[in-house]
């Protein structure tokens, strides 16, 4: 099973370093379930590690709202890791040619003060709240790096990261506790445009419920669980926009600030 899951991790490392539109692994190579997806996420991530990619520092999270689901057709969150050579701060800037097919997304993200290891009482949004120190406006950078990602199964989509492409993360708010991230509003603007927007309530009900999503995640498969000092995009509050060379986005949460991302 170990060779299967290194086999299938380099099999889509190659495709994803050469910017080469991933396809369907192998039959013998593709996992068949979630879990299978995160054990090659696990494999694949350490490789880009040696890479060059930087340090694992931070998680996504998809899907986590309607518009989302709605938007790939996928009814359930799913989750990638951040690497810190994709990682930006508060105006970031990328080249157009670094990606198969560039998006954004306009997000609130979290950072943890404490761990939140595996455990087997469930995490509720007031349990997981104490571990977080800060709260950020945020971009996700998102790569439809597939050749048809509906084709692929979300099992495949998960071992890839789910998409993620790195993050500009806004400057972070450490009194946060007096803000209802339920009623914060998100707006997306592209070249001046306002291209959507959306509010807190969207992500699950309220942002930390997906914390706590993604920390009994981490128990259900096995997953080593959240550090202190790891970052948690929690989720897009508009539906994905593409992005060419030439465009300048910006995102705002009310309450927390702004974040930007040109595109070279």
């Known amino acids: 099973m170990k060779n299967t899951i290194h086999l299938a991790a380099t099999h889509l490392l190659r495709q994803r370093l050469s910017l080469t539109p991933i396809v369907a692994l192998p039959a013998d190579l593709a996992p068949h379930s979630v879990t299978d997806g995160y054990a090659i996420q696990s494999a694949i991530n350490t490789l880009l590690v040696d890479a060059g990619m930087g340090e694992m520092v931070g998680h996504k999270i998809g899907c986590t709202t309607p518009v989302m689901q709605a938007f790939v057709n996928i009814n ?9 050579k994709t990682v930006m701060h508060e105006h970031g800037k990328v080249p157009r040619h670094g990606f198969v097919k560039i998006g954004m997304e306009c997000e609130i993200a979290v950072r943890l003060s404490a761990d939140l290891p595996p455990q087997s009482t469930p995490y509720t949004k007031e349990t997981v709240a104490p571990a977080v120190a800060e709260v950020m406006a945020a971009i996700e950078l998102v790569d439809e790096r597939y050749e048809n990602y509906r084709a692929l199964g979300i099992p495949t989509l998960v071992a890839d990261d789910f998409f993620n492409a790195g993050c500009v993360l806004g400057r972070p708010v450490s009194d946060w ?17 306002e291209v959507g927007r959306g509010v807190g309530s969207m992500v699950l009900g309220h942002p ?57």
């Open 76 to 84: 359930h969150p799913c989750a990638g890791r951040i690497f810190s």
């Open 177 to 193: 506790h007096h803000l209802d991230l339920a009623a914060l509003t998100g707006r997306a603007v592209i070249n001046g445009i």
């Open 208 to 264: 930390l419920n997906a914390l706590a999503w993604l920390a009994n995640a981490q128990s259900e498969h096995g997953l080593p669980g959240l550090k202190a000092g790891e970052f948690v995009m929690l989720g897009s509050v508009v539906e994905t926009k593409w992005l060419n060379a030439g465009d300048r986005v910006r995102i705002e949460i009310s309450g927390l600030g702004e974040a930007q991302l040109d595109i070279e």
